[in-house]
Nanobody, 123 residues
Framework: QEQWVESGGESVQEGESLKLSCAASEPTFRQFCVAWFRQAPGEEREGVAAMDRNGRTTYAKAMKDRVTISKDNAENILYLQINNVKPEDTAMYYC?????????????????WGRGTQVTVSS
């Protein structure tokens, strides 16, 4: 059974940077569409960034200028760099993955999910 485990979330001050990680147990990690989502209290889950197996990236407009998605195929780790964090970035951040490349375009239907890592930003 595939496992996806996020880490790197913490309490930070506005303006700081964070790098979240998602370690995957799936040996074919490099073939997946992988993505980051977030969910703030009382809000719906929203997509943040996605990357297909060819390295093509897609970013949500709200965070496009402040985040970078990347991955290490050798180590099966997905990253999300968040710069200049803001209080509205406070949320649980999840990594997600799917065999279907179309997930990277539709931001829906992901099969595999981590349990999340909490990011809290203070002003």
């Amino acid at each position: 059974q595939e496992q996806w485990v996020e880490s790197g979330g913490e309490s930070v001050q506005e303006g700081e940077s964070l790098k979240l990680s998602c370690a995957a147990s799936e040996p074919t990690f490099r073939q997946f569409c992988v993505a980051w989502f977030r969910q703030a209290p009382g809000e719906e889950r929203e997509g943040v960034a996605a990357m297909d197996r060819n390295g093509r990236t897609t970013y949500a407009k709200a965070m496009k200028d402040r985040v970078t998605i990347s991955k290490d195929n050798a180590e099966n780790i997905l990253y999300l760099q968040i710069n200049n964090v803001k209080p509205e970035d406070t949320a649980m951040y999840y990594c997600a993955a799917d065999h279907l490349f179309s997930r990277c375009d539709t931001w829906s239907g992901f099969t595999y999910w981590g349990r999340g890592t909490q990011v809290t930003v203070s002003s």
